[in-house]
């Protein structure tokens, strides 16, 4: 086992991490500080050391918090795993965070077939009840008065349901960002050099997801309301996303202004803030991608 304080140190963080998952409102944060520590520990360490240091770890926390707590560090611990392996070959930055966020969208679906398998327990018929429950409490003489009823009630759970596939791949991707940018730095500050990701004003999208979203958009222009085919489904969720993905475009594109035309760097960042919340400003990103309209912003040489 490698000798040193550092080692220890991140074995004792991935012990407070899993004890604070119980924890609620911290256990988020937690679980980023768990995915770090196992990233750092299997990056730097061998795997007989690795494997040294987490089973204390393990068996502590089953101690203090429980063992069912296990199954959820252990949900972590895999693509942990695979993101200190891939620091340790060197791989590009969007690499890591597209396997990455491909095995964390493959344990959250594993996850659902597994608990109705095993369990009998149908964890999207539980939060539909959950749904069905809170929109009965806030139910109110004002809201009839409008028009809300149960038919409407069991639309929006319906819709929701629908768009479980979206809601999976953009928690997926964006968690696995967040754990890349922490990552990357503690495992940088011990000695293993991790490729860092393109700078926004370098964000490209390929071209050919331009015609992916005219097709969807069109399709979704002639789908029915309601129908929960699978056509239907799979357009309702490709839609927001590939307009959240032109969305990014769109704040790289602005980053790649501010930085032909020397604004400050906060410029952009608060132009971010706006595309971030009104949707149809991902058009900028559309036409980013399917144009070289930047060439009209590089200064002329």
Same mark, same amino acid.
């Given at each position: 086992?490698?000798?040193?304080?550092?080692?220890?140190?991140?074995?004792?963080?991935?012990?407070?991490?899993?004890?604070?998952l119980a924890v609620p409102l911290l256990n988020f944060p937690a679980s980023l500080l768990l995915t770090v520590s196992y990233v750092v520990? %299997?990056?730097?360490?061998?795997?007989?050391?690795?494997?040294?240091?987490?089973?204390? /770890?393990?068996?502590?926390?089953? /101690?203090?918090? #429980?063992?069912?707590?296990?199954?959820?560090?252990?949900?972590?611990?895999?693509?942990?795993?695979?993101?200190?392996?891939? %620091?340790?070959?060197?791989?590009?930055?969007?690499? /890591?965070?597209?396997?990455?966020?491909? @095995?964390?969208?493959?344990?959250?679906?594993?996850?659902?077939?597994?608990? !109705? *398998?095993?369990?009998?327990?149908?964890?999207?018929?539980?939060?539909? !009840?959950?749904?069905?429950?809170?929109?009965? #409490?806030?139910?109110?003489?004002? $809201?009839?008065?409008?028009?809300?009823? !149960?038919?409407?009630? !069991?639309?929006?759970?319906?819709?929701?349901?629908?768009?479980?596939?979206?809601?999976?791949?953009?928690?997926?991707?964006?968690?696995?960002?967040?754990?890349?940018?922490?990552?990357?730095?503690?495992?940088?500050?011990?000695?293993?050099?991790?490729?860092?990701?393109?700078?926004?004003?370098?964000? =490209?999208?390929? =071209?050919?997801?331009?015609?992916?979203?005219?097709?969807?958009?069109?399709?979704?222009?002639?789908?029915?309301?309601?129908?929960?085919?699978?056509?239907?489904?799979?357009? *309702?969720?490709?839609?927001?996303? $590939?307009?959240?993905?032109?969305?990014?475009?769109?704040?790289?594109?602005?980053?790649?202004?501010?930085?032909?035309?020397?604004?400050?760097?906060?410029?952009?960042? $608060?132009?971010?803030?706006? @595309?971030?919340?009104?949707?149809?400003?991902?058009?900028?990103? @559309?036409?980013?991608?399917?144009?070289?309209?930047?060439?009209?912003?590089?200064?002329?040489?």
């Amino acid at each position: 086992m490698k000798a040193g304080l550092k080692p220890i140190l991140w074995s004792a963080a991935a012990f407070l991490a899993l004890v604070l998952l119980a924890v609620p409102l911290l256990n988020f944060p937690a679980s980023l500080l768990l995915t770090v520590s196992y990233v750092v520990l %299997y990056a730097t360490l061998s795997r007989g050391a690795f494997i040294l240091h987490l089973l204390p /770890v393990w068996i502590l926390a089953a /101690v203090v918090a #429980g063992p069912s707590l296990l199954i959820i560090g252990l949900f972590f611990l895999v693509p942990s795993i695979v993101m200190g392996h891939l %620091y340790q070959k060197g791989v590009s930055a969007a690499k /890591v965070i597209r396997t990455v966020g491909i @095995v964390f969208l493959a344990q959250l679906m594993l996850e659902l077939l597994l608990f !109705e *398998m095993v369990f009998d327990l149908s964890l999207l018929s539980e939060f539909s !009840e959950i749904v069905r429950t809170t929109m009965n #409490g806030m139910m109110t003489p004002e $809201l009839a008065a409008a028009g809300w009823n !149960e038919e409407m009630t !069991e639309q929006l759970i319906q819709t929701v349901m629908n768009i479980i596939p979206l809601i999976f791949i953009l928690f997926s991707f964006i968690y696995a960002v967040l754990a890349h940018f922490f990552a990357r730095r503690a495992v940088q500050r011990s000695g293993i050099e991790v490729p860092a990701f393109p700078k926004a004003k370098d964000w =490209r999208l390929p =071209r050919v997801l331009v015609i992916y979203y005219l097709i969807a958009y069109v399709a979704d222009l002639f789908l029915r309301n309601g129908d929960d085919s699978f056509l239907n489904v799979a357009v *309702m969720n490709l839609v927001p996303l $590939l307009s959240f993905l032109f969305t990014i475009q769109a704040i790289g594109f602005f980053f790649f202004i501010a930085h032909e035309r020397g604004w400050s760097k906060a410029v952009p960042i $608060l132009i971010a803030i706006p @595309v971030l919340l009104i949707p149809p400003l991902s058009l900028i990103g @559309v036409l980013d991608t399917a144009f070289p309209i930047r060439k009209s912003f590089v200064k002329p040489q």
